[in-house]
């Protein structure tokens, strides 16, 4: 069986800050269409992106979570 990935990789990518905060909100935008995320679509992607140490104000969060709900 394959190892799953439970926690974010740690800063491995190279990936810019813009890069990773798109990338956090792709991940949270697939478990919302999976109905595998938090009701509360800000905090959930202030929680992943501190865990990754990727800085997200919650206005910025609050705006990704707008437009995740918009694509809906």
């Known amino acids: 069986m394959a190892d799953l990935q439970n ?3 740690q ?6 800050a813009d890069e990773k905060t798109q990338g956090i909100a792709d991940q949270v935008k ?4 999976l ?3 938090d ?4 905090a959930e992607l202030q929680q ?7 800085p997200m104000t919650a ?3 609050d705006a990704i979570a707008d437009d995740i709900a918009d694509s809906r």
Do not use: L, M, Q
């Not at 697939?30 to 269409?33: E, F, K, N, P, S």
């Not at 009701?39 to 800000?42: I, Y």
């Open 7 to 9: 926690e974010p990789i």
């Open 11 to 16: 800063d491995g990518t190279g990936a810019t």
């Open 30 to 33: 697939a478990d919302v269409d």
């Open 35 to 37: 109905g595998s995320a």
């Open 39 to 42: 009701a509360d679509v800000s």
């Open 48 to 54: 992943r992106a501190t865990e990754a140490g990727v």
């Open 59 to 61: 206005t910025d969060a």
